[in-house]
Every structure is written in C-alpha cells, then in structure tokens.
C-alpha cells in the first residue's frame, strides 16, 4: 500500500530564518506530487505542482519554492521565512495519467505544522 | 470558472440527524468529485468520491449526490455522530491539463450529542 510522509510534523522558525519541508512517498512509482498551504480554519492552497523529477509548476507567487530531486521526493523550501508563511503545509500524491484520461483523487500527508514568529 | 462554491460554512446537528453540505461548480470539464474530511491538525483524507456518469454513491452512512444538469453535488451523513464533527472539502478535478483538484472552502461540523 502506499504510505506518504511528512517531516518535521512541526516547526518554529524565526523571521528571515530559512525553510525546508520534506516529503516521501512509498508504494507507487512516478507520482504527481503537489504542495498545499492551509491557513488557521481556511481552505487549501496549492503551492507547486510536480509531475516528474526537475518539473516543478508554481501556482502562487511568492517567496517559496519547490524541489524534486528523486521519483518519491518532494522538498518545499524558502530562503528567508516572512510572518504571513506561517500554516499548516501539506503535501500529496496522485497516481499519474495520461493528459485526456479522467481526473483522479490525490492522497495527503500528515502536515506540517510552521509557525513563523 | 475553476471554483467549487461549498456551503454552508458551518453546521451544527443532533446526535443522529442527517448533516448535508452543497457544492456548485462551473468548469464542464470536471469529472471527478471527491469529498474529503479533515479532523483537528491532521491532514485531509478521502472520505468517498463519484464520477459523473451516476447520480449518487452511497458508502456507510455517507453518499454523494450528483446532479449533471445543475452542476451541483452535496454530501449526506446519515444518522450523524460526535466523531463525525470535522472539516469537510468538497473537490473537484478533470483529466485535461495540470491533474489539479479544485477546492470548496470547507464546511466545519458539529455534530452535538
């Protein structure tokens, strides 16, 4: 069965201090990977988008970035942290399809946890 | 074009009651429709999803009904219960282009007992 992970589960970082969250995923070969940030009681936000190693789509401008250095790896990072970075991070995995087939679900981690202070 | 419009915000039911939650969409092209539930620092889990081509998919005490036409899906828990209270997402998604799914903004419920 495939089993994602997220590392730290929690994180307290200075202002300008710099980030890096990591994802794994096991079980499944060539995924979709993606980034989301969850505000305090808000919705989802995708952040990057991966559908291979090196291919990274950003959907939100901003001061983050993201890095897929290996199959089931997936690193969300940023240089300098600002307050308004402070969330609850998520990633996910979907099995990935051929453009044209029809949609599929996404899988997701168990968070983590940034207060930026 | 790309939003899921979800309501209502927030819900509040008895112990036993039936908890419903809508969702609207736009984009035609969607075919995909899961609904997640997300509990207190923990990350959204798949809770049941359905395709178009049926108009309701039921699973335990929960279904989905879907109706094409309207573009609208919404989320039944029967017989509701206190470890139900959680935050759903209602998503959607299609095969055309980034593979991305398409958030509503979530429904907190309360289930009271």
């Known amino acids: 069965s495939q089993t994602i992970h997220q590392w730290p589960a929690t994180l307290v970082q200075p202002v300008g201090s710099p980030l890096s969250l990591e994802c794994t995923v096991e079980?499944?070969?060539?995924?979709?990977l993606y980034w989301y940030r969850q505000a305090a009681g808000r919705g989802l936000q995708l952040l990057f988008y991966?559908?291979?190693?090196?291919?990274i789509s950003s959907e939100v401008p901003q001061n983050l970035s993201a890095s897929r250095p290996q199959d089931r790896q997936f690193i969300l990072s940023s240089k300098k942290l600002l307050l308004s970075d402070s969330g609850f991070y998520l990633c996910?995995?979907?099995?990935?399809?051929?453009?044209?087939?029809?949609?599929?679900?996404?899988?997701f981690g168990p968070g983590t946890r940034l207060l930026v202070l | 074009q790309q939003q899921v419009k979800q309501s209502p915000q927030s819900l509040i039911v008895q112990k036993g009651g039936i908890s419903i939650i809508n969702c609207a969409y736009e984009?035609?092209?969607?075919?995909?429709f899961p609904w997640y539930q997300q509990f207190p620092g923990k990350g959204p889990a798949l809770l049941i999803a359905?395709?178009?081509?049926?108009s309701e998919k039921k699973e335990g005490r929960f279904t989905i009904s879907f109706n094409k036409s309207a573009k609208q899906f919404s989320l039944h828990i029967m017989d509701s219960q206190p470890g139900d209270s959680a935050t759903y997402f209602c998503?959607?998604?299609?095969?055309?282009?980034?593979?991305?799914?398409?958030f509503g903004k979530g429904t907190k419920l309360s289930v009271i007992p």
């Open positions: 996910a995995w979907s099995v990935r399809r051929p453009v044209g087939l029809k949609g599929e679900t996404q899988y």
């Open positions: 079980g499944t070969s060539n995924p979709n």
């Open positions: 991966s559908v291979g190693i090196g291919q």
């Open positions: 984009n035609t092209a969607f075919d995909y």
């Open positions: 359905i395709r178009p081509d049926v």
């Open positions: 998503a959607a998604s299609s095969g055309a282009g980034s593979y991305q799914l398409t």
